[in-house]
């Protein structure tokens, strides 16, 4: 039986399995709101440069536990140009900025973050903080149709290699 035959075979099975993490994750994110949500607050901040108002980065999150992670690890943040420009300027040249604070999953949290992103057009995001389901779609289609001729093409290598 062939990958397809046996997703069709399950796809109910897959389709519940996907439902009940999805469910797990939502009630998870809803305690983690209840319990943060005193310390500070949840939704999307950003770290503006204080001398010009340039919106330098934008995220989502737990604003204080956020705030303070960049700031003590701002030598070792993920976003690479982030981590440049505190290098560089400084800490001290930029401010923590609380855009939109709300309670919500983490969906309806990365939708609005990228709502943000789109507005303000921060300098250090690279990448989307959600996709929408076409573009999601069209993600997917684009990275099977890489997966797939670059199988092809190995297996093409594998036969020429063979001696005749």
Same mark, same amino acid.
């Given at each position: 039986?062939?990958?397809?035959?046996?997703? =069709?075979?399950?796809?109910?099975?897959?389709?519940?399995?996907?439902?009940?993490?999805? #469910?797990?994750?939502?009630?998870?994110?809803?305690?983690?709101?209840?319990?943060?949500?005193?310390?500070?607050?949840?939704?999307?901040?950003?770290?503006?440069?204080? %001398?010009?108002?340039?919106?330098?980065?934008?995220?989502?999150?737990?604003?204080?536990?956020?705030?303070?992670?960049?700031?003590?690890?701002?030598? $070792?943040? $993920?976003?690479?140009? =982030?981590?440049?420009?505190?290098? #560089? %300027?400084?800490?001290?040249?930029?401010?923590?900025?609380?855009?939109?604070?709300?309670?919500?999953?983490?969906?309806?949290?990365?939708?609005? #973050?990228?709502?943000?992103?789109?507005?303000?057009?921060?300098?250090? %995001?690279?990448?989307?903080?959600?996709?929408?389901?076409?573009?999601?779609?069209?993600?997917?289609?684009?990275?099977?149709?890489? =997966?797939?001729?670059?199988?092809? %093409? #190995?297996?093409?290598?594998? =036969?020429?290699?063979?001696?005749?």
């Amino acid at each position: 039986m062939d990958r397809k035959a046996y997703y =069709l075979k399950n796809k109910e099975k897959y389709a519940a399995k996907r439902k009940a993490a999805y #469910e797990a994750n939502k009630e998870q994110e809803a305690l983690y709101a209840k319990a943060y949500h005193e310390k500070g607050g949840i939704g999307v901040y950003a770290w503006k440069d204080k %001398n010009d108002g340039t919106v330098i980065y934008v995220g989502s999150g737990y604003f204080e536990q956020r705030k303070k992670m960049q700031i003590a690890l701002h030598t $070792t943040t $993920t976003n690479k140009k =982030l981590q440049a420009l505190f290098k #560089e %300027n400084g800490i001290d040249r930029y401010e923590f900025v609380k855009i939109e604070e709300f309670d919500g999953d983490i969906k309806e949290r990365k939708t609005k #973050e990228q709502y943000w992103i789109n507005k303000l057009k921060p300098i250090c %995001n690279k990448f989307k903080a959600t996709r929408t389901p076409e573009e999601a779609k069209i993600y997917r289609n684009k990275k099977w149709m890489e =997966l797939y001729y670059k199988k092809k %093409n #190995e297996q093409k290598e594998g =036969l020429q290699r063979i001696p005749s």
